[in-house]
């Protein structure tokens, strides 16, 4: 069977065993065929029929949490775990509380988990998990209470060698931080079972950070490959939350403009550049809207709906949202703005129209698997620190955090030239993630 045959049926097997999963098949679909070129080479991988094997989860989890309420009433939600792959190390990836979390949005992020954290080159496997728990609105009191019930359930099937989850939406310092003084009252102290700690219970300096600047980071290389860089550049950027703060932080301090910022209601337009401390006191204390940055700044613009239907003229897109936040028609005013890179912190959020935009206009694409793996990458780096009893330093973990993006672009950059074009960082991202996966698998034997 030729290696597009082999695709096209697994591809078909999933959609028919996934009727109605659309992100899970949506990310499978975007990540398949460009393996391609790579299947050619390597027919055993078609032979022993290890894309079937690749799409399978190892193990998926699924449990009811229930809490109570400040008004004393009993309230449930449902959380996942999807185990994905183990082959290269403990399952690892964040945890997300969102009313939309459901079994096809874990099933995406577990599967695409899997290849970042193998670009970050160290030995983490793929998962993922979350609850449609939403933590808006919630009081403090019943944010810990849903950890707490969440843990007593989920502590079974997590530990230090096995699986080590951290944040996502809607999961930062606060949420970890019950989630592992609930795992410490059940199982004792064991700082290896959770990353994105606050830094008093054994986390990492520079994880509140790191998938921001390392976005930022891998943007910095593929523009110095180019002689170019982030000088006077203007950069848009969605989100408001851990990932757009400080992805804007670092593009500030390597002399960009952010013009902007978001949530799900609506943007904040500010020419004169994003005034982060307030957005951060928004955000980070006030739990409050972007909306309230006008307070300060009436001069700023804010309206309701997508960032991405700006129409001020830019050169760089950060969407740090969530998946699906650019269709092709927003991809279209995009290239109309005059963007030339896209660079994701979220996981997926460009559709499979909009990347296709993207490549037919030759705007440079860097897929979050790649462009937003620095985030799993220190937290891997805090997994070292805790075994070794050790607190390394603000700026050591940045350097590592610096070098480990460099390499993230140089193999996706060196892997898109051997097996497609230079420029296309999605097929390099992808064959670069999956050959260490499959390898790996091979060796292993078939378990
Ligand atoms: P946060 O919860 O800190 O922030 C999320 C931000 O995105 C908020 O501004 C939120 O606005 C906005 N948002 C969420 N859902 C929607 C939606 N449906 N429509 C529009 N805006 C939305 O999350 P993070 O910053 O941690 O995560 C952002 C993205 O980055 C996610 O895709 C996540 O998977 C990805 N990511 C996160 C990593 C991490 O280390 N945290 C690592 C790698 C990727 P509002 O407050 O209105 O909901
Ligand atoms: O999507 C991601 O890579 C994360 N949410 C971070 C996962 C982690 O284990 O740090």
Redesign the pocket.
Known sequence: MTAKAYIDQVLAETKEKHAGKEEFIQAVEEFLPTLEPYLNDHTEIVEKNLLSLIVEPERLIQFRVPWQDDEGKWQVNRAYRVQYNSAIGPYKG?L?F?P?TNESIVRF?GFEQIFKNSLTGLPIGGGKGGSDFDP?GKTDAEVMRFCQSFMTEFQKHIGPDIDVP?????V?GREIGFLFGQYKRLNGFSAGVLTGKPVSSWGSLARTE??GYGLVYFVQNALEDRDDSFQGKKVVVS??????IYAIQKAQELGATVLTC????GYIYDPEGIDLELVKDI?EVRRGRIKEYLEQHPNATYVEGSVWSLKESYDIALP????N?IDAKLAQKMADAGVKIVAE???M?SSKEAIDLYQDQSILYCP?KAA?AG??AVSALEMAQNSARLAWTFDRVDDELKSIMKNIYTACSETATKYAEKDNLMAGANIAGFDRVVQTMLSQGLV
């Open positions: 964040g997300r969102h939309t992020l808006k951290a944040g996502d939406i809607g930062g790191a998938t989100g408001s939350g851990n990932v757009s978001s949530d799900s209601s955000k740090c949202a969530t998946q936040e912190g979220a996981n959020p979050g937003n985030g799993v």
